[in-house]
């Protein structure tokens, strides 16, 4: 039997609302042929983001209604810990409302009031954008340092999200003094979902204690990350999933986790940090703007989800059917001629826009165009990640079809693919855009568009 099928049943439903092509051209240019500003009601399957938009498991809404809302000291908070500390084998935990509210907290003690005036670096093998606009708040420079098969869009490599060590060791040789900490971003969201090696962590590892530098890991895809090690890195295939994630987290000094990824929640984070004296500090940061220690910006009953969906995440059938139903998607695509960034990641397929509509210059942004026709055609609502979103510091027009998890049927996924190959017929004669109202920054989320005919 090769078939793998989603390991679970439906419950619960939420209807989709059907809408014509003629409704969509509407509704697509009332939103400024910007899809961030289309309700979403007036999306058929959207792709947009992974992040807080899974489905939570029976059990998880079982502890919903099981929340105790004491302000201290919840039993909630406990269970919550327990498995914290049982995942990763780190005492000190703390819940925060989302991934960024960690990072806020970390990086207001390693770069913040105290470091002014020093010539800081936090190095990764690729930033997100809110990690690095974090480091950034407190003029500290973010950089990146993905190995040179990690940077190319083409290149077959099982850890295109590994660090590159080398650039790694050179910077501390030159600079250690002014590295406050070392990060590992897995797997790498901003280089396409790809997963980092064992081998490479520990290389990592290796680099930071000759230097005696903290190591922390932005940890949010965790789980996708070891199920790749066990499915890619030689001499782990037999090993539990959650063996290798306690090896992963034993490499780390800490971590900042979104829990609106891996912990298949709608929302929340932890801040994980193993050394007393900073997990101290950071209780006391965390008091001042995000809660009391044991909740920490959450409801008890948000605690109660994320403990069961740390637990959940860490089943190797669930497992199996996410990392497979993703790369199921890219497959076809793939034999169907659209070109994307291989090999697939874990969480989202990207899709090659300069290949798909070649007639559209870079500054009238062909990304902009495939999205726009991929919702007016199916109403499939995905996300441009290059020239709107990045302007010119973008290396590639890429349009990211993230996955919610457990959200979507395979039929789902067989009509997004049908969509796209129908789009691919007549891409070539699709028009570019320009933006017609833009915002100060960020405009990908705001700015309004039109078709140049
Ligand atoms: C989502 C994400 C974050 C930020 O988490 P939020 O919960 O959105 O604040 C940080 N790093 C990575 C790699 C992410 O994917």
Redesign the pocket.
């Known amino acids: 039997m090769k078939t793998i099928i989603e390991p679970f049943r439906i419950k619960s439903v939420e209807p989709i609302r059907m809408t014509t092509r003629e409704e969509r051209c509407l509704y697509l240019k009332e939103a400024g042929y910007n899809l961030f500003k289309i309700p979403s009601e007036r999306v058929l399957i959207d792709l947009l983001t992974d ?2 938009t899974g489905a939570m498991s029976s059990l998880q809404w079982a502890g919903i209604m099981r929340g105790d809302e004491s302000y201290a000291g919840a039993p909630s908070f406990f269970r919550f810990l327990h498995v914290v500390q049982e995942m990763t084998g780190i005492e000190h935990v703390l819940p925060t ?7 806020r907290i970390l990086f207001e003690l390693l770069c913040g009031p105290g470091h002014e005036g020093e010539g800081r670096i936090v190095p990764n093998n690729a930033h ?4 690095r606009a974090n480091i950034e708040h407190h003029g500290t420079k973010a950089i990146d340092l993905l190995t040179p098969e990690g940077e190319s869009p083409s290149t077959l490599a099982p850890f295109k999200g590994n660090m590159d060590v080398g650039k790694l060791e050179a910077l501390l040789a030159e600079r250690a003094d002014d590295v406050p900490v070392v990060m590992v ?1 897995i ?4 280089n396409g979902g790809q997963p980092v090696s064992l081998e490479n962590l520990r290389a990592v590892r290796a680099v930071c204690d000759k230097y005696g530098k903290l190591m922390f890991l ?1 940890a ?2 965790f789980a996708e990350n070891a199920w790749f090690i066990k499915q890619r890195e030689p001499g782990h295939e037999k090993r539990d999933v959650r063996d290798i994630v306690r090896e992963t987290f034993d490499l780390c000094d800490g971590a ?1 986790v ?4 891996d912990g298949i929640v709608n ?3 932890i801040l994980l940090i193993r050394d007393e004296a900073l997990f101290e500090q950071a209780s006391n940061l965390l008091i001042l703007t995000e809660g009391y220690i044991t909740y920490g910006g959450l409801a008890g009953r948000d605690l109660e989800a994320m403990a069961q969906g740390f637990t959940e995440v860490l089943e190797e059938d669930y497992l199996r059917y996410r990392i497979r139903s993703t790369e199921y998607v890219g497959e076809r695509l793939l034999a169907g001629g659209v070109s994307i960034v291989q090999p697939p990641g874990g969480h989202a397929i990207y899709i090659d826009a300069e290949a798909l509509c070649p007639q559209i210059p870079k500054h009238e942004f062909p990304g902009q165009a495939a999205t726009c026709a991929f919702y007016e055609h199916g109403g499939i609502r995905s996300c441009e990640i290059g020239s709107v979103m990045m302007g010119d510091a973008a290396r590639m027009e890429l349009i990211r079809l993230a996955i919610p998890r457990r959200v979507y049927t395979q039929s789902h996924m067989d009509y997004v693919i049908e969509t796209i190959l129908e789009v691919k017929e007549y891409a070539d004669t699709l028009p570019g855009y320009r933006i017609v109202e833009e915002p100060a920054a960020l405009r990908h989320f705001t700015a309004a568009f039109e078709p140049i005919r």
Request: proline share 0%.
């Open positions: 992040s807080g409302h989302q991934g960024r509210a960690s990072e997100f954008d809110t990690t971003t797997t790498s969201n901003s932005d949010c895809r900042t979104s829990a609106k990824k929302i929340g984070g």
